[in-house]
């Protein structure tokens, strides 16, 4: 394999930085414009002007783990609240893409917003994952507990709140919870709030392996009923995900749905770094662009038209090159992605399918292409963990494999 080196003598000084772990918006856009610093980041702020424009009800997008959906997410709800944390939103976006489009940006800060993830909620039974569940509402309503002191809510609401805060609520309260806060949001703003929930599936695919998914699902389902169908309150609706979860109850019954996986065209660069981003952002950290090994390394997400990289090794790649003081690439070049876990479900399906699934990993381990039916629809029952077109599916969605047609 080529050995290729690049000089650190301009790294010394103005040393460029990257958000290597940053999920939140303003925390990576305030290392950005701090004095002194060269922060590096992808400008994807055309999602939100893709999105607002698209006009679909509820959103739901999957993409592969480590694929910025988090940082995404609080893109959109630092753009959308005029606050988040008692922090102002004003000025954020300032000198990215989406500050060209006047008309879009008159949205900015005009919505109350409620963002949730579910992708710490992995417990081992679902007693231990509804403690996780309760854990993050509470975040959730200390982060609105300005509602508290609004005298557009009633005692009754406020004191129904303190339950969450106090983590004191019923399960079916908690069903209903991120229902509740939007009509508070709604009460004391008179405005629709849009609802961003990340990580829908992490906690189904989990319960589906640890062995407690009907409870899981059930509590979900009502969850997500309560909070996308029906929904006065409701202006928008984005969720993210890694799989898109069908015939279990959790977003079927939704008729104003629009879902886009891997496979779809829309929202197709987005997330994931395409090839000129890539260059740029090389060129920015003063390393070699378009060098093979790195297409070889982490090149080869096909989403729509776009073949990605993936956004967490690339930053995890040059952070490491930036931090060795030779400024070697070709220590850095190491399988970051592989190495955040998630593989639970993945591994699952292999014990449980080995001898029917053997040729087609071998050839794929050969760098072998191998032909197979794949269906989008994840069911989590019996048939998914005896049935090799769900496996392929799941590899696919996942991120493993590739689509070549």
Same mark, same amino acid.
């Given at each position: 394999?080529?050995?290729?080196?690049?000089?650190?003598?301009?790294?010394?000084?103005?040393?460029?930085?990257? @958000?290597?772990?940053?999920?939140?918006?303003?925390?990576?856009?305030?290392?950005?414009?701090?004095?002194?610093?060269?922060?590096?980041?992808?400008?994807?702020?055309?999602? /939100?002007?893709?999105?607002?424009? +698209?006009?679909?009800? !509820?959103?739901?997008?999957?993409?592969?783990?480590?694929?910025?959906?988090?940082?995404?997410?609080?893109?959109? *709800? %630092? #753009?959308?609240?005029?606050?988040?944390?008692?922090?102002?939103?004003?000025?954020?976006?300032?000198?990215?893409?989406?500050?060209? &489009?006047?008309?879009?940006?008159?949205?900015?800060?005009?919505? @109350?917003?409620?963002?949730?993830?579910?992708? $710490?909620?992995?417990?081992?039974?679902?007693?231990?994952?509804?403690?996780?569940?309760?854990?993050? !509402?509470?975040?959730?309503?200390?982060?609105?507990?300005?509602?508290?002191?609004?005298?557009?809510?009633?005692?009754?609401?406020?004191?129904?709140?303190?339950?969450?805060? $106090? *983590?004191?609520?019923?399960?079916?309260?908690?069903?209903?919870?991120?229902?509740?806060?939007?009509?508070?949001?709604?009460? %004391?703003?008179?405005?629709?709030?849009? !609802?961003?929930?990340?990580?829908?599936?992490?906690?189904?695919?989990?319960?589906?392996?640890?062995?407690?998914?009907? $409870?899981?699902?059930?509590?979900? +389902?009502?969850?997500?009923?309560?909070? #996308?169908?029906?929904?006065?309150?409701?202006?928008?609706?984005? /969720?993210?995900?890694?799989?898109?979860?069908?015939?279990?109850?959790?977003?079927?019954?939704?008729?104003?749905?629009?879902? &886009?996986?891997?496979?779809?065209?829309? &929202?197709?660069?987005?997330?994931?770094?395409?090839?000129?981003?890539?260059?740029?952002?090389?060129? $920015?950290?003063?390393? @070699?662009?378009?060098? %093979?090994?790195?297409?070889?390394?982490?090149?080869? &997400?096909?989403?729509?038209?776009?073949?990605?990289?993936?956004?967490?090794?690339?930053?995890?790649? /040059?952070?490491?090159?930036?931090?060795?003081?030779?400024?070697?690439?070709?220590?850095?070049?190491?399988?970051?992605?592989?190495?955040?876990?998630?593989? %639970?479900?993945?591994?699952?399906?292999?014990?449980?399918?080995?001898?029917?699934?053997?040729?087609?990993?071998?050839?794929?381990?050969?760098?072998?292409?191998?032909?197979?039916?794949?269906?989008?629809?994840?069911?989590?029952?019996?048939?998914?963990?005896?049935?090799?077109?769900? #496996?392929?599916?799941?590899?696919?969605?996942?991120?493993?494999?590739?689509?070549?047609?």
């Amino acid at each position: 394999m080529k050995k290729f080196v690049t000089s650190n003598s301009s790294l010394v000084t103005n040393r460029p930085m990257l @958000p290597n772990g940053i999920d939140n918006f303003h925390d990576l856009i305030t290392h950005r414009n701090k004095e002194g610093n060269h922060y590096l980041f992808v400008d994807k702020s055309l999602f /939100i002007q893709e999105l607002l424009n +698209a006009g679909d009800k !509820i959103t739901l997008i999957t993409r592969p783990r480590r694929f910025g959906k988090t940082l995404t997410l609080s893109m959109l *709800q %630092h #753009f959308l609240a005029s606050e988040v944390n008692g922090q102002s939103t004003k000025g954020l976006f300032d000198g990215l893409k989406i500050s060209q &489009y006047p008309q879009v940006m008159e949205d900015q800060g005009q919505y @109350p917003v409620i963002f949730l993830t579910l992708k $710490r909620v992995k417990g081992g039974n679902f007693e231990k994952a509804f403690e996780e569940i309760k854990e993050e !509402i509470t975040k959730l309503f200390e982060t609105h507990d300005f509602l508290l002191k609004s005298d557009k809510i009633s005692e009754a609401q406020k004191d129904r709140y303190n339950l969450y805060i $106090r *983590q004191k609520a019923t399960e079916a309260q908690y069903e209903s919870s991120l229902a509740f806060l939007s009509r508070l949001l709604y009460q %004391h703003t008179g405005q629709k709030a849009y !609802i961003l929930l990340d990580e829908y599936d992490t906690p189904i695919n989990n319960a589906y392996v640890k062995g407690y998914y009907e $409870r899981s699902r059930d509590f979900f +389902a009502a969850m997500f009923g309560e909070t #996308f169908k029906g929904n006065k309150a409701l202006e928008r609706g984005l /969720i993210t995900g890694i799989l898109k979860i069908a015939k279990a109850g959790l977003l079927s019954d939704l008729n104003n749905l629009k879902i &886009y996986t891997t496979l779809s065209h829309k &929202y197709a660069n987005s997330f994931g770094f395409t090839q000129e981003e890539t260059d740029d952002l090389l060129d $920015r950290a003063g390393l @070699p662009k378009k060098a %093979h090994e790195l297409k070889e390394m982490y090149n080869g &997400y096909q989403i729509g038209e776009y073949t990605l990289y993936n956004p967490f090794s690339m930053v995890s790649f /040059i952070s490491e090159v930036l931090d060795d003081p030779k400024g070697n690439m070709q220590d850095a070049l190491k399988p970051y992605w592989i190495n955040t876990g998630g593989t %639970h479900l993945i591994g699952y399906l292999i014990e449980n399918n080995l001898t029917k699934l053997q040729r087609g990993i071998t050839s794929l381990l050969d760098n072998k292409p191998i032909q197979t039916s794949i269906n989008e629809n994840i069911t989590f029952d019996p048939q998914l963990t005896y049935n090799t077109i769900s #496996f392929w599916s799941v590899l696919l969605l996942s991120g493993y494999v590739k689509s070549l047609a």
